[in-house]
């Protein structure tokens, strides 16, 4: 059994969860999902990053203590993630004793390693990124993620010998081509490790809302360096070795584009200073606009994921998130757009397929769905559209593998309108071609279940299958045959009604 340990970013908790999140966490849980239905061993990772300047300064100006907001917003994204139905298998948050632990184990490696050393830095910073940026990287004087002024801070701090790393992770690159996804990000992280990487201030000593560093208590790691490190923690580091050679490296760390720098050239560094294999891939996904504007706190033009699930339900909410947006690219977030693909993917096409074959079962083969044929021509199509969802999946872009998915539904659809059973008499040509349609409705429901794991359920049982999608083993559960036939057909109300 192959184990597939896949991480989201750990969220600030300076506000509260929105889309953009959403977006993360949904395209983590589906592979995750895919990942079960192979039978792979799944460690699915998420959590909250709650110390740092950032979080405890919201705090204050909302006049409370620091871990009071930590504990109310972590709280908020454990409430978006329930309602949308992730499954993730560990939360974690920086704030706990168990993370403390590993950071200051860690950081007490990579110290006594001598790549931490004490020195006077002066930069621009960015409070909202929480990093330093030189001023060629400035966009008009400002942030170039958040547009906002930079600060001119000078510290003596501790230090990361980042700069000692360069050679080491060109070599780590050139050997591992799929190390960063997708190649356009591969070679923005080679770009800037050949433009020449400064050492980097990991420690603060201005406020105390953070890991205090073991050697020099006065400061506090930066929080970046705190909070990296949530992956090794949740693997067992420093506290099960067992469990720690079983998970590590991480399989996939999931981010955003604008967090690539500190997982694709930071992490693998600081992993590499304590002695530890950096992940095998950080793959990075672009932002959800909305009206061409990254979706941000700072921005206010936030969508809360709960108000989309209370309008549309968790899994449609989930399916536009994973369709709607190639992997790796920016996408656009309309509200009529989702209307749109909810009327065509879910409505019409999944919800029609049931509606319509249950419906003729009932009137056509007594409400027991006949087996399907072992010659159907719909059988080399669902061979194909495994094949083709597989590689979807497998490559991490959700919205090649639901458009294969799709495939199947669109053609069972078609064969249903050439060979028009709602015609014929009932008898063996209409008890064939239901068979061959129910069959492409049990593999639809396996494959689609990732995305939409309650419609998948209930297709499952209107089918009159025991057990549930989620039971089932690919690649075994897609092959053509799986549905025995003689089992009640029920027709129940519509899967996704028609929206307006
Ligand atoms: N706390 C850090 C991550 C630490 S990981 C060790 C952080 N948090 S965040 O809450 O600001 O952002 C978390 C993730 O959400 C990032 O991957 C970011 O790209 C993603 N998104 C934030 N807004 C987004 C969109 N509008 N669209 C897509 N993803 C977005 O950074």
Known sequence: MAKFYLTTPIYYVND???????YTTVTADAVCRWHRLLGDDVLFLTGTDEYGL???QAAEAQGVHPQLLADRNSERFRAAWDSLDIAYDDFIRTTEARHGNAV????QVIYDNGDIERDTYQGLYCVACEAYYTPDELVDGNCPIHGRPVQLLTEENWFFRLSRYQQRLLDYFEAHPDAVIPPTRRNEVLGF????LADISISRSSFDWGVPLPWDPAHVAWVWFDALPNYLTAAGYRTDSERFAHWWPADYHLVGKDILRFHAVYWPA???AAGLDPPRCVASHGWLLVSGEKMSKTRLNQIAPGDLVADFGSDATRYHLLREVTFGSDGDFSYEAMVARYNADLANNLGNLLSRVATIVATKCAGVGPPPRPQSPLASVAAEVYAATADGWGRLVPSDALEATWRLIREANAHLEANEPWKAEPGTAVDAVMGDALEALRIVAVLASPALPHAAA???????LPGSPVDQRLPAA???GGYPGGLPVEKGTPL???RK
């Open 458 to 464: 209930d297709v499952w049982r209107r089918l009159g």
């Open 496 to 498: 996704f009604p028609r």
């Open 270 to 272: 600081m992993l590499m």
């Open 16 to 22: 509260a969860p929105h889309v953009g999140h959403a």
């Open 54 to 56: 950032k979080n405890s």
């Open 478 to 480: 897609a092959a053509w």
């Open 193 to 196: 490790i050949r433009q020449g």
């Open 104 to 107: 200051q184990a860690f950081l």
